[in-house]
């Protein structure tokens, strides 16, 4: 059975509020001859975020998958796709700051990161455990949920005084 594990919507949502919040004054600020131009990089701009968070994990009972968009990777970010029996271990490295990133260690040596922004997080722990056998216990989401959700708020506030600012 496939399994899939798409960003949560909580981070993407915080990355496009934010970006909502940063960018809706330009076009109205912008002079008549950039006005076209910034209504267009501004749309171009919102379809690069949702595009670049719509990455996903799958599984199924013989492979663990990660799937990147087209753009994703332009930027970089590349798909790989593990045997279970080929995962050796999980290692953990530190952060800059101070939280922990978890990488799949192979048979052959390669390391490939763990998603850890996903939906249902501990159902796909569990799915890892129990295709693995590795201990998975330590494994956290990267930073706190918290701290997308203030974000959030913070980034709809500012687009609510943008809002009233451009009215008066």
Known sequence: MIEKFKTLFIVKSS????????TTPLPFISND????ISIITFFLGIYLIINLTSDYVETCNNKISYKTT???KTLGRNNWEIPWKDIKLIKSLPTSQGSKVYYFNTKKGD????PQRLENFEKFLATVYKNTGISIDEITYISPLWTYKL?????????????????S
């Open 70 to 72: 087209i753009i994703s």
């Open 15 to 22: 990355l496009i509020s934010l970006y909502l919040a940063l």
């Open 33 to 36: 001859q950039l006005k076209i």
């Open 151 to 167: 974000l959030t708020l913070l980034s709809v506030l500012m687009i609510i005084g943008e809002f009233f600012a451009f009215l």
């Open 111 to 114: 390391n490939f990161l763990i």
